[in-house]
């Protein structure tokens, strides 16, 4: 059945807050928003979570050895720490790679930690820890080691930047850095982010100036290919003649990040994560961002379309509409199978960083409106839009640049378009070096909520009743319990890849399969539960 009435979001806003103390409510209340896709409201978001409330957020460590370094597949990852962090974060996200021949290196089924005991948390944990970048040295000669603090690590004080120094001085031809990415650092993975970046930018960056084969090179930043996403997009820029000089970080090696700066164009899928990189790359070498979404069968055409207008090629341009023509039928062919089923019926999504976004577009190819969404750890720039809506605050880091110091490298910046070549692509509506956020997408009076918590989740679900509801495992089966699908937005339930044209048909299908399962109505929820034991003791 479709759904055309929604509940009014200020009433539904009481009802989300009205456990909580006052406190907590008012704090709460900042991060709740009625969206306004024409005067996008300010949100409170990147701040710390009440403790005490269950968050779906991660750690700083997670951010930074799991998300942006872990996709690299011949750089080892030393977890310094108790074996859990390492345990924990070992393949769970589902990042894929694809070794080009069987001699390249790849480390990524590996899972290498220091495994700190007692004894180094109380006498320091460096011998333990260059005897393990010693062992991986030995065993594997690995191009690069990169190490991971665990929390003990800063609480005892082990400096992990020594370490690898002495060690990178030791071997010669071996790259060793390491991270102060402490679990407890900033409020969620987004400082796990934010330092990755700045360390693969310091330590990697740079080193090789190899210019790749192909007429249109860019980087594809904040794509880590899930579920083999990175791989369809690989497919689509083949046949487009696009080449990947370097992706942040999916399917990718310590060379590509390594000779990030020969690139024409950084395009950014997940701005969230890597935006730092967009920005340390402009200015140290001069090269343009663009923000682009490969998620959704329209989404990634538009993508496609902007990328052609940057390099400005007829050539490439046409060869992007002939892609573009010999991909959409069979994307075509399946929505008109499926929107029959699909349409009318509503979404909530509540992930990450960038995937509440993105996501919206595919639902919305299946006719599917989204009433909630929300991002567990993103900032404003990324629910309000960064430096194309008037009268909104820029929170993307620019300090970033000054504090590390970052100038335009005398030999090697070289500006890839004039400012005039610019504000040209600009006023053609390309976001160069802007991103629009996800608000200003989501209908009039949907709910945007930051950071939300169990609690809030449960509440949105009683008071909305969503075909689907898009969250991780933590919430999977809590939510289904309530009669309601939940799609993992950040392994994609073993499915995927969900890019590019054939990711979208794969969602497409997917989809149909949740939200016309007729499996959900057989489970009651807690509260049909109730209304049907209070119509028995009315009848009774
Ligand atoms: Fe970017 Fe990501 Fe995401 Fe993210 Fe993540 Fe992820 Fe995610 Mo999980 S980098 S912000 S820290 S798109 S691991 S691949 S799915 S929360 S929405």
Redesign the pocket.
Known sequence: ESKTQFPDPSQVREELIEKYPAKVAKKRNKSIIINDPETVPEVQANVRTVPGIITQRGCSYA?CK??VLGPTRDVVNITHGPIGCGFYSWLT?RNQTKPETDADANFITYCFSTDMQEENIVFGGEKKLKVAIQEAYDLFHPKAIAIFSTCPVGLIGDDVHAASREMKEKFGDCNVFGFSCEGYRGVS?SAG?HIANNGIFKHMVGRNNEIKEGKFKLNLL?E?N?GGDAFEIERIFNKCGLTINSSFSGNSTVGQLENAHMADLNAIM?H??INYMGDMLETKYGIPWMKINFIGAESSAKSLRKIAEYFGDAELKARVEEVIKEEMPKVKEVIDEILPRTSGKTAMLF??????HHYQDLFSELGMTTVAAGY?FAHRDDYEGREVLPNIKVDADSKNIEELKIEADPELYKPRKTEAELEELKAKGLEINSYEGMMKQMMKKSLVVDDISHYESEKLIEIYKPDIFCA?VKEKYVVQKMGVPLKQ??SYDYGGPYTGFEGAVNFYRDIDRMVNNPVWKLIKAPWQKTADSEKESLSA
């Not at 992930?351 to 509440?356: I, L, N």
């Open positions: 951010g799991g998300v996200r993975q982010h904040g880590y899930i997940c969230r994560s992930v990450g960083g960038s995937r509440a567990e991780g937005l950040h």
